[in-house]
Protein backbone atom coordinates (compact mmCIF):
# COMPACT_ATOMS: atom_id res chain seq x y z
CA UNK A 1 0.00 0.00 0.00
CA UNK A 2 0.99 3.84 -0.93
CA UNK A 3 1.23 6.09 2.03
CA UNK A 4 -1.65 7.67 0.62
CA UNK A 5 -4.00 4.32 0.18
CA UNK A 6 -2.69 3.92 3.87
CA UNK A 7 -3.85 6.92 5.29
CA UNK A 8 -7.24 6.87 3.61
CA UNK A 9 -7.49 3.00 4.88
CA UNK A 10 -7.71 4.30 8.79
CA UNK A 11 -9.29 7.41 7.56
CA UNK A 12 -12.72 5.31 6.95
CA UNK A 13 -12.76 4.16 10.21
CA UNK A 14 -11.81 6.45 12.64
CA UNK A 15 -10.99 10.28 13.50
CA UNK A 16 -7.26 10.13 12.66
CA UNK A 17 -4.88 12.26 14.94
CA UNK A 18 -2.44 14.53 14.03
CA UNK A 19 0.39 16.45 16.57
CA UNK A 20 -0.08 19.35 18.56
CA UNK A 21 2.51 22.79 18.77
CA UNK A 22 6.44 22.24 18.18
CA UNK A 23 7.65 25.90 18.82
CA UNK A 24 5.93 26.67 22.75
CA UNK A 25 6.92 22.60 23.15
CA UNK A 26 10.96 23.57 22.04
CA UNK A 27 10.34 26.93 24.80
CA UNK A 28 9.72 24.48 27.65
CA UNK A 29 13.42 23.52 27.04
CA UNK A 30 14.81 26.94 28.35
CA UNK A 31 17.38 26.02 25.24
CA UNK A 32 20.49 28.93 25.17
CA UNK A 33 22.48 30.71 22.18
CA UNK A 34 24.97 27.70 22.52
CA UNK A 35 22.16 24.82 22.21
CA UNK A 36 20.77 26.13 19.41
CA UNK A 37 24.14 27.46 17.40
CA UNK A 38 25.84 23.89 18.27
CA UNK A 39 29.70 24.09 16.35
CA UNK A 40 28.14 24.64 13.14
CA UNK A 41 30.20 28.13 12.91
CA UNK A 42 26.98 30.40 11.81
CA UNK A 43 27.93 34.13 11.44
CA UNK A 44 24.57 35.01 13.37
CA UNK A 45 22.38 33.99 16.39
CA UNK A 46 20.37 31.10 15.80
CA UNK A 47 18.28 31.07 19.08
CA UNK A 48 14.59 31.43 18.19
CA UNK A 49 15.94 29.16 14.77
CA UNK A 50 13.83 26.13 16.08
CA UNK A 51 14.27 24.11 12.50
CA UNK A 52 18.09 24.04 13.33
CA UNK A 53 17.84 21.79 16.53
CA UNK A 54 17.91 18.85 13.92
CA UNK A 55 21.27 19.68 13.59
CA UNK A 56 22.17 20.90 16.94
CA UNK A 57 19.78 19.20 19.33
CA UNK A 58 17.93 16.41 17.56
CA UNK A 59 17.41 14.84 20.79
CA UNK A 60 14.80 17.87 21.70
CA UNK A 61 12.68 17.17 18.28
CA UNK A 62 12.48 13.44 18.96
CA UNK A 63 11.69 13.91 22.34
CA UNK A 64 8.65 16.32 21.34
CA UNK A 65 7.57 14.18 18.59
CA UNK A 66 7.76 11.07 21.16
CA UNK A 67 5.32 12.59 23.67
CA UNK A 68 2.70 13.37 20.81
CA UNK A 69 2.72 9.14 19.50
CA UNK A 70 2.71 8.63 23.47
CA UNK A 71 -0.12 10.67 23.69
CA UNK A 72 -2.08 9.52 20.72
CA UNK A 73 -0.86 11.08 17.48
CA UNK A 74 -1.16 9.36 13.79
CA UNK A 75 0.92 11.84 12.28
CA UNK A 76 4.17 14.01 13.20
CA UNK A 77 4.17 17.00 11.42
CA UNK A 78 8.31 17.71 10.80
CA UNK A 79 9.66 20.69 12.82
CA UNK A 80 10.43 22.59 9.55
CA UNK A 81 8.22 25.50 9.22
CA UNK A 82 10.74 27.58 8.64
CA UNK A 83 13.15 25.50 7.07
CA UNK A 84 13.59 27.44 3.62
CA UNK A 85 16.28 29.32 1.81
CA UNK A 86 13.97 32.69 2.65
CA UNK A 87 13.71 31.95 6.33
CA UNK A 88 16.98 30.34 7.22
CA UNK A 89 18.81 33.81 5.74
CA UNK A 90 17.52 35.52 8.91
CA UNK A 91 19.78 33.19 10.69
CA UNK A 92 22.40 33.16 8.06
CA UNK A 93 22.01 29.41 7.71
CA UNK A 94 20.61 29.07 4.18
CA UNK A 95 23.40 26.86 2.83
CA UNK A 96 22.18 24.12 5.43
CA UNK A 97 18.39 23.85 4.12
CA UNK A 98 18.72 20.33 2.90
CA UNK A 99 20.52 19.24 5.80
CA UNK A 100 17.71 20.38 8.05
CA UNK A 101 15.13 19.06 5.90
CA UNK A 102 16.34 15.57 6.09
CA UNK A 103 17.66 15.61 9.46
CA UNK A 104 13.83 16.37 10.48
CA UNK A 105 12.44 14.33 8.04
CA UNK A 106 14.79 11.53 9.55
CA UNK A 107 13.81 12.07 13.11
CA UNK A 108 9.69 12.08 12.63
CA UNK A 109 10.14 8.75 10.56
CA UNK A 110 12.61 6.99 13.31
CA UNK A 111 9.90 7.96 16.13
CA UNK A 112 7.36 6.98 13.72
CA UNK A 113 8.27 3.53 12.70
CA UNK A 114 9.34 2.67 15.96
CA UNK A 115 5.87 3.59 17.39
CA UNK A 116 4.30 1.49 14.44
CA UNK A 117 6.46 -1.52 15.48
CA UNK A 118 4.88 -1.31 18.72
CA UNK A 119 1.36 -2.24 17.87
CA UNK A 120 1.04 -2.58 14.07
CA UNK A 121 -1.33 0.87 13.60
CA UNK A 122 0.33 3.13 11.02
CA UNK A 123 1.99 6.00 11.73
CA UNK A 124 2.90 8.97 9.38
CA UNK A 125 5.22 12.06 8.50
CA UNK A 126 3.99 14.82 7.21
CA UNK A 127 6.64 17.34 5.69
CA UNK A 128 5.95 20.99 6.70
CA UNK A 129 6.59 23.76 5.01
CA UNK A 130 5.43 27.14 6.00
CA UNK A 131 4.81 29.98 3.82
CA UNK A 132 7.78 32.23 4.35
CA UNK A 133 7.61 35.49 5.90
CA UNK A 134 6.96 36.68 1.67
CA UNK A 135 4.37 37.34 0.08
CA UNK A 136 3.18 36.94 -4.06
CA UNK A 137 0.45 38.64 -4.01
CA UNK A 138 0.67 42.13 -1.87
CA UNK A 139 3.36 44.44 -1.97
CA UNK A 140 5.26 45.33 1.46
CA UNK A 141 5.59 48.82 -0.06
CA UNK A 142 2.40 50.79 0.76
CA UNK A 143 3.59 53.55 -1.74
CA UNK A 144 4.57 50.83 -4.69
CA UNK A 145 1.42 48.38 -5.18
CA UNK A 146 3.01 46.99 -7.37
CA UNK A 147 6.34 45.91 -6.41
CA UNK A 148 6.99 42.06 -5.23
CA UNK A 149 10.07 40.86 -3.24
CA UNK A 150 10.26 37.56 -4.92
CA UNK A 151 8.25 36.12 -7.66
CA UNK A 152 6.42 33.04 -8.25
CA UNK A 153 9.46 30.59 -10.20
CA UNK A 154 12.06 31.83 -7.12
CA UNK A 155 9.48 31.11 -4.62
CA UNK A 156 8.67 27.60 -6.24
CA UNK A 157 12.60 27.02 -6.64
CA UNK A 158 12.82 27.47 -2.78
CA UNK A 159 9.96 25.29 -2.09
CA UNK A 160 11.42 22.90 -4.36
CA UNK A 161 14.37 22.41 -2.45
CA UNK A 162 12.68 21.88 1.00
CA UNK A 163 10.66 19.36 -0.46
CA UNK A 164 13.09 17.34 -2.18
CA UNK A 165 15.01 17.27 1.15
CA UNK A 166 11.99 16.64 3.27
CA UNK A 167 10.98 13.23 0.83
CA UNK A 168 15.02 11.99 0.96
CA UNK A 169 14.24 12.13 4.82
CA UNK A 170 11.56 10.08 4.96
CA UNK A 171 8.43 12.33 4.27
CA UNK A 172 5.23 10.70 3.54
CA UNK A 173 3.34 13.22 2.86
CA UNK A 174 3.71 17.17 1.76
CA UNK A 175 2.24 19.74 4.56
CA UNK A 176 1.66 23.14 2.63
CA UNK A 177 0.65 24.76 6.02
CA UNK A 178 -0.46 28.14 7.63
CA UNK A 179 -1.32 29.21 3.87
CA UNK A 180 -2.30 33.18 4.43
CA UNK A 181 -1.48 33.70 0.54
CA UNK A 182 -2.98 31.37 -1.83
CA UNK A 183 -0.20 32.28 -4.22
CA UNK A 184 2.33 31.12 -2.14
CA UNK A 185 0.26 27.78 -1.65
CA UNK A 186 0.48 27.03 -5.52
CA UNK A 187 4.29 27.72 -5.55
CA UNK A 188 4.29 25.27 -3.55
CA UNK A 189 2.02 22.89 -4.70
CA UNK A 190 3.44 23.21 -8.20
CA UNK A 191 6.70 22.12 -5.98
CA UNK A 192 5.27 19.08 -4.56
CA UNK A 193 3.88 18.43 -7.70
CA UNK A 194 7.26 18.64 -9.80
CA UNK A 195 8.59 17.07 -7.35
CA UNK A 196 6.33 14.09 -7.10
CA UNK A 197 7.11 13.94 -10.98
CA UNK A 198 10.38 13.46 -10.72
CA UNK A 199 9.94 10.48 -8.78
CA UNK A 200 7.92 8.96 -10.72
CA UNK A 201 5.28 8.26 -7.67
CA UNK A 202 2.50 9.60 -6.18
CA UNK A 203 3.83 12.20 -3.52
CA UNK A 204 0.08 13.22 -1.62
CA UNK A 205 -0.45 17.04 -0.42
CA UNK A 206 -2.06 18.38 2.43
CA UNK A 207 -2.91 22.11 2.41
CA UNK A 208 -4.29 24.27 5.47
CA UNK A 209 -5.18 27.69 5.23
CA UNK A 210 -5.12 30.18 8.08
CA UNK A 211 -7.61 33.04 8.49
CA UNK A 212 -6.53 36.78 9.28
CA UNK A 213 -9.82 38.23 10.33
CA UNK A 214 -13.33 35.87 11.36
CA UNK A 215 -14.89 36.89 8.33
CA UNK A 216 -13.11 33.83 7.11
CA UNK A 217 -10.58 35.00 4.96
CA UNK A 218 -6.82 34.59 4.46
CA UNK A 219 -4.29 37.60 4.27
CA UNK A 220 -5.38 37.62 0.34
CA UNK A 221 -8.47 37.90 0.67
CA UNK A 222 -9.75 34.30 -0.25
CA UNK A 223 -12.62 32.77 1.59
CA UNK A 224 -12.52 29.34 2.40
CA UNK A 225 -14.35 28.19 -0.40
CA UNK A 226 -12.77 30.53 -3.16
CA UNK A 227 -9.49 28.94 -1.50
CA UNK A 228 -10.83 25.51 -1.98
CA UNK A 229 -11.98 26.29 -5.49
CA UNK A 230 -8.21 27.66 -5.96
CA UNK A 231 -6.70 24.26 -5.00
CA UNK A 232 -8.80 21.58 -5.87
CA UNK A 233 -6.73 20.47 -8.87
CA UNK A 234 -4.03 19.68 -6.61
CA UNK A 235 -6.43 16.80 -5.85
CA UNK A 236 -4.78 16.98 -1.73
CA UNK A 237 -5.54 14.44 0.62
CA UNK A 238 -6.41 16.57 3.30
CA UNK A 239 -7.73 20.02 3.41
CA UNK A 240 -8.07 22.11 6.46
CA UNK A 241 -7.60 25.15 8.26
CA UNK A 242 -4.71 25.89 11.27
CA UNK A 243 -3.55 28.55 13.65
CA UNK A 244 -4.84 32.19 13.30
CA UNK A 245 -7.91 31.02 16.01
CA UNK A 246 -9.19 28.77 18.81
CA UNK A 247 -11.72 26.16 17.63
CA UNK A 248 -14.85 28.41 19.01
CA UNK A 249 -13.82 31.17 16.43
CA UNK A 250 -13.35 28.62 13.81
CA UNK A 251 -16.85 26.36 14.04
CA UNK A 252 -18.53 27.73 11.01
CA UNK A 253 -15.02 27.71 8.39
CA UNK A 254 -15.15 23.84 9.48
CA UNK A 255 -18.38 23.21 8.61
CA UNK A 256 -18.34 25.58 5.62
CA UNK A 257 -15.21 23.62 3.93
CA UNK A 258 -16.83 20.01 5.35
CA UNK A 259 -19.91 20.73 2.90
CA UNK A 260 -17.79 21.47 -0.40
CA UNK A 261 -14.82 19.46 -0.40
CA UNK A 262 -14.81 16.01 -1.98
CA UNK A 263 -11.51 14.90 0.26
CA UNK A 264 -10.42 14.79 3.70
CA UNK A 265 -11.12 17.54 6.64
CA UNK A 266 -7.84 18.23 8.15
CA UNK A 267 -8.29 21.33 11.66
CA UNK A 268 -5.82 21.95 14.24
CA UNK A 269 -7.05 24.91 15.97
CA UNK A 270 -4.69 26.80 18.61
CA UNK A 271 -5.73 26.50 21.86
CA UNK A 272 -7.92 29.29 22.20
CA UNK A 273 -7.17 32.76 22.12
CA UNK A 274 -3.73 34.46 23.41
CA UNK A 275 -4.25 36.09 26.83
CA UNK A 276 -3.19 39.74 27.80
CA UNK A 277 0.62 38.20 28.06
CA UNK A 278 0.54 36.76 24.75
CA UNK A 279 0.05 33.32 25.83
CA UNK A 280 -2.18 29.98 25.29
CA UNK A 281 -3.83 29.27 28.25
CA UNK A 282 -7.12 26.79 26.83
CA UNK A 283 -7.50 24.08 28.65
CA UNK A 284 -6.96 20.40 27.18
CA UNK A 285 -10.58 19.34 27.94
CA UNK A 286 -11.77 22.50 26.61
CA UNK A 287 -10.10 22.34 23.48
CA UNK A 288 -11.46 18.45 23.15
CA UNK A 289 -15.16 19.21 23.71
CA UNK A 290 -14.90 22.30 21.32
CA UNK A 291 -13.40 20.20 18.79
CA UNK A 292 -15.88 17.08 19.34
CA UNK A 293 -18.66 18.87 18.73
CA UNK A 294 -17.13 18.90 15.18
CA UNK A 295 -16.38 15.14 14.86
CA UNK A 296 -20.18 14.60 15.99
CA UNK A 297 -21.48 16.62 13.44
CA UNK A 298 -19.02 14.85 11.14
CA UNK A 299 -17.82 17.25 10.21
CA UNK A 300 -13.95 16.44 10.20
CA UNK A 301 -11.65 13.51 9.57
CA UNK A 302 -8.21 14.65 11.19
CA UNK A 303 -7.59 16.77 14.17
CA UNK A 304 -4.88 18.46 16.18
CA UNK A 305 -3.54 21.39 17.79
CA UNK A 306 -1.22 24.35 16.61
CA UNK A 307 0.11 27.13 18.91
CA UNK A 308 -0.23 26.57 22.69
CA UNK A 309 -1.29 23.17 22.03
CA UNK A 310 0.44 20.55 24.29
CA UNK A 311 0.67 16.16 24.42
CA UNK A 312 -1.62 16.57 27.09
CA UNK A 313 -4.31 19.03 24.05
CA UNK A 314 -3.63 16.28 21.92
CA UNK A 315 -4.07 13.80 24.58
CA UNK A 316 -7.33 14.71 25.46
CA UNK A 317 -8.30 15.23 21.78
CA UNK A 318 -7.78 11.46 21.21
CA UNK A 319 -9.96 10.87 23.78
CA UNK A 320 -13.01 12.52 23.27
CA UNK A 321 -13.25 11.16 19.57
CA UNK A 322 -12.45 7.90 19.96
CA UNK A 323 -15.30 5.82 18.62
CA UNK A 324 -16.52 8.58 16.99
CA UNK A 325 -17.31 8.07 13.12
CA UNK A 326 -15.02 10.04 10.98
CA UNK A 327 -16.88 12.50 8.18
CA UNK A 328 -18.13 11.09 5.33
CA UNK A 329 -16.80 12.88 1.72
CA UNK A 330 -19.95 14.61 0.12
CA UNK A 331 -20.96 14.08 -3.59
CA UNK A 332 -20.39 17.24 -5.28
CA UNK A 333 -21.76 18.00 -8.08
CA UNK A 334 -19.68 18.44 -11.04
CA UNK A 335 -20.10 22.26 -12.13
CA UNK A 336 -17.24 24.79 -13.05
CA UNK A 337 -15.98 26.57 -10.11
CA UNK A 338 -13.55 29.39 -10.15
CA UNK A 339 -11.99 31.53 -7.83
CA UNK A 340 -11.72 35.31 -7.39
CA UNK A 341 -11.55 36.45 -3.84
CA UNK A 342 -14.83 35.03 -3.65
CA UNK A 343 -15.98 31.68 -5.27
CA UNK A 344 -17.60 31.61 -8.76
CA UNK A 345 -19.88 28.72 -9.62
CA UNK A 346 -21.32 28.36 -13.22
CA UNK A 347 -24.90 27.96 -14.04
CA UNK A 348 -25.75 24.12 -14.90
Avoid at 14 to 38: H, M, P, W
Wanted: include cysteine; charge should be negative; proline fraction near 5%.
Amino acid sequence: MTPREQFLAQAKSRVLITDGAFGTEIQNYKLSEADYAGDLGLEKDQKGNNDILALTKPEVPEAIHRAYFEAGADIAETNTFSANRISQADYAAEGLVREINVASAALARKVADEFTAKDGRPRFVAGAIGPTNKTLSLSPDVNDPGFREIDFDYLKDVYREQVDALVEGGADFILIETVFDTLNAKAGIMAAIEAGEVLGRDLPIMLSMTLTDLSGRNLSGHTVEAFWHAVRHAKPLTIGLNCSFGAEQLRPHVATLSKIADTLIMVYPNAGLPNELGEYDEAPATTAGLVRGWADHGQVNVLGGCCGSTPAHIAAIAKAVEGVAPRELPSVEVRTRLAGLEPMIMAA
